[in-house]
């Protein structure tokens, strides 16, 4: 077995779970695909497990972000999106709720952090190793993005 | 994280082998992550684009590369001429010889006018490096005759200056003709007390870093001398 068919098998059920809750079961094989292509050509596939997850979060985020993006952009029905049933936390479904209607209004950063936090339950450490930055910048970052929210709601 | 339960993050770490003891207090009594980290453990079928997938061809050799480069200029960096602490001023070229005269209590640089007895004249010299000087001189009244010779007047080394100038000064005369004299730069000093100017200077000038320089100074009196013969 290869290096790479091993990456797969351990990492592809994580990748995929986390896919779901972010954006349902639709669009999320093709987030997997595309993340662990990446993966594969970048560095971490040799590293450690921590390290090695801690970028599939990161970057499969950011795939995500882009789809939710584009997704609002074009009215698409949002409501397909479907939530992850057993897998979720308590609070993530309003957050997913919410994540797709201000998608297209609050940054990028903003909804990084967001995702990490409120559907993946990470803790503000957690959220900021993923980020790489401090956890008083995910603590603004979640200010903001409920500054954003809220104004989106209201309207 | 929940209260209730690790993060996704947390729980997906633990399974692919990190060590959590709490977590693994939380599972045991939780259902709801027992039942993620089953799911994440089943294994995945392997799909069709999967063998594609394939490495960078050269993406080990970017830090290589980046090291390599870094180091090329680090050393360029390194070995970078010093700036000079302050800025060279000095002569260029071959040396130039400029004739001062005091007349009275004023001393000017000569340009060709004529000079009177009593004139003093020093010589001062541009140079570029450490420099032995002769000066050769021939009396005016001798000096028309060939084959004359010329005796030495002043012998030393001169260091570079703007210009260096000789501790010797020679007075005019008020005998007839113009004064003559030789002055030799050269990288060692010259043996010859005398030398016959026609015969000996044009060899002298062919001595490597050698210059020769012959000056005719012209006399008031000599003129003066001129006009009468008509």
């Known amino acids: ?155 | 994280m929940t209260p209730e339960h690790p993060s996704f993050l947390a729980l997906d770490r633990f399974a692919t082998g990190g060590s959590n003891p709490a977590i693994e207090r939380h599972i045991a009594g939780c259902g709801d992550c027992r039942a993620h980290l089953r799911a994440i453990g089943q294994p995945p079928t392997l799909p069709a684009w999967l063998p594609t997938a394939r490495p960078r061809p050269l993406a080990g050799w970017r830090p290589v590369a980046l090291a390599l480069m870094l180091g090329v200029l680090a050393l360029v960096w390194l070995r970078r001429p010093d700036p000079p602490a302050q800025p060279y001023i000095g002569a260029k070229g071959p040396p130039a010889v400029t004739v001062f005269v005091k007349r009275g209590e004023q001393v000017t640089r000569w340009r060709d006018e004529l000079l009177q007895p009593a004139d003093t004249v020093r010589l001062g010299l541009t140079l570029a490096e450490r420099t032995h000087v002769t000066v050769y001189g021939v009396a005016a009244a001798a000096a028309a005759a060939d084959g004359a010779r010329a005796e030495r007047l002043y012998a030393g080394w001169l260091d570079p200056g703007a210009p260096a100038l000789l501790d010797r000064a020679w007075t005019i005369d008020d005998a007839p003709g113009p004064e003559r004299l030789w002055i030799v730069l050269g990288p060692a000093p010259l043996e010859a007390p005398q030398l016959v100017p026609d015969r000996d200077l044009s060899w002298l000038a062919l001595r490597p870093a050698t210059y020769v320089e012959a000056l005719v100074l012209p006399k008031a009196s000599s003129e003066a001398g001129s006009d009468d013969d008509r």
């Open chain 1, 1 to 155: 077995m290869s290096e790479i068919e091993a990456a797969y098998r351990r990492y592809q059920p994580l990748l995929r779970a986390k896919c779901m809750r972010m954006i349902g079961e639709a669009e999320a094989d093709d987030i997997v695909q595309e993340t662990f292509v990446r993966f594969v050509r970048s560095r971490a596939l040799g590293r450690a497990p921590d390290v090695a997850i801690a970028w599939l979060y990161r970057v499969a985020t950011r795939l995500a972000i882009d789809r939710l993006r584009a997704r609002s952009r074009q009215q698409r029905a949002l409501d397909a999106i479907q939530p992850a049933s057993t897998l979720d936390r308590r609070g993530a479904n309003e957050a997913r709720s919410v994540l797709r209607r201000v998608a297209a209004r609050a940054p990028r950063r903003c909804i990084e952090v967001a995702i990490l936090h409120r559907i993946d339950g990470l803790t503000h450490a957690e959220a900021a190793e993923i980020c790489r930055c401090s956890e008083r910048t995910v603590r603004r970052l979640l200010r903001r993005f409920d500054e954003v929210a809220a104004r989106v709601m209201a309207s």
